[in-house]
């Protein structure tokens, strides 16, 4: 079974950091770019960052470059954000999500929720 | 790069049909047939609906369909269905210094 599953999630003050993971399963991990899409609360789909399948490709939206890396461990099938220098902006449900032909997202994880608040 | 345009709300009756716009530019949706359709029911991830303008994913209704002329990608669900009532989200491929931008959501409601 195909899937993706969130975790490190969390309450953190501004200025603050915390690094989420993605496992994944059910499918070659290493075949496929991913990405990070986040929803702050009651607004759209934002999309975050992207990764290569190898990790040598990656971007940021604007909103989190300099602040926010992305990275992988395809031994491990997993998917990583850390986020440093948290603001109250970046308050969302934060989901992974496999990225197929065409910048199509077809597996996407149940999200982990990021609040940040002093 | 700012978000694709979609109508904040469309509404139907069971049975009808509804289309939902989304509007970008050369440099995103009218330049590539890269758009994709997400449908998300409240608390609950994004699940891909449409992909490469009008293609589904195996598993999706053929109620929905997706089209696309110029500028704007339209997602067309017919038959309208108590259960379609979801938020919906257009994104595409972008030439811009980021690869993928979204639309800013639609909120389908069925009378």
């Known amino acids: 079974q195909v899937q993706l599953v969130e975790s490190g999630g969390g309450l953190v003050k501004p200025g603050g950091s915390l690094r989420l993971s993605c496992a994944a399963s059910?499918?070659?991990?290493?075949?496929?770019?991913m990405s990070w899409i986040r929803q702050a609360p009651g607004k759209g789909l934002e999309w975050v960052s992207y990764?290569?399948?190898?990790?040598?490709?990656?971007y940021y939206a604007d909103s989190v470059k300099g602040r926010f890396t992305i990275s992988r461990d395809n031994a491990k099938n997993s998917l990583y954000l850390q986020m440093n220098s948290l603001r109250a902006e970046d308050t969302a449900v934060y989901y992974c999500?496999?990225?197929?032909?065409?910048?199509?997202?077809?597996?996407w994880g149940q999200g982990t929720t990021v609040t940040v608040s002093s | 790069q700012s978000a694709l345009t979609q109508p904040a709300s469309v509404s139907g009756s069971p049975g009808q049909s509804i289309t939902i716009s989304c509007t970008g530019t050369?440099?995103?949706?009218?330049?590539?047939?890269?758009v994709s359709w997400y449908q998300q029911h409240p608390g609950k991830a994004p699940k891909l609906m449409i992909y490469?303008?009008?293609n589904r994913p195996s598993g999706v209704s053929n109620r929905f369909s997706g089209s696309k002329s110029g500028n704007t990608a339209s997602l067309t669900i017919s038959g309208l269905q108590a259960e379609d009532e979801a938020d919906y989200y257009c994104?595409?491929?972008?030439?811009?210094?980021?690869?993928?931008?979204f639309g800013t959501g639609t909120k389908v409601t069925v009378l």
């Open positions: 999500a496999r990225v197929g032909i065409a910048s199509r997202m077809d597996v």
């Open positions: 050369s440099s995103d949706v009218g330049g590539y047939n890269y």
């Open positions: 990764i290569s399948s190898s990790g040598s490709t990656i």
């Open positions: 994104s595409s491929y972008t030439s811009s210094s980021i690869p993928l931008v």
């Open positions: 490469e303008v009008s």
């Open positions: 059910g499918f070659t991990f290493s075949d496929y770019y």
